[in-house]
């Protein structure tokens, strides 16, 4: 079966998508769900947020984390909100896995 992981990584789409031999075969939004503003738009928001919490210049490059712990629980409601989504859409053709850990 096809798989879909969920995780975070910087400057990248947080959906990477697998073959049904687990070879990576893209980091972008799966072709079922390309319509889906509400998928696409939410997966977008959870990576700029995530990109927020790096520092990145041309000096330094390091992670800085959450101003406040009501931040971070935000990102993960919609982490686990997004990801329930998916699996409802599309969990009888791929696998899905939540690796997001924050």
Do not use: T
């Amino acid at each position: 079966m096809k798989r879909i992981k969920l995780y975070l990584d910087y400057h990248c789409y947080p959906m990477w998508i697998y073959d049904e031999n687990d070879m990576l075969v893209a980091n972008d939004l799966v072709e079922e769900l390309k319509c889906d503003l509400e998928v696409a738009d939410c997966l977008d928001e959870i990576q700029n947020i995530y990109d927020s919490l790096f520092e990145d210049n041309k000096i330094c490059f390091k992670y800085k984390g959450f101003e406040n712990q009501s931040e971070r629980e935000l990102l993960m409601n919609k982490i686990s909100f997004v990801s329930q989504i998916i699996d409802s859409k599309l969990g009888e053709l791929y696998r899905i896995v939540n690796q997001i850990k924050i």
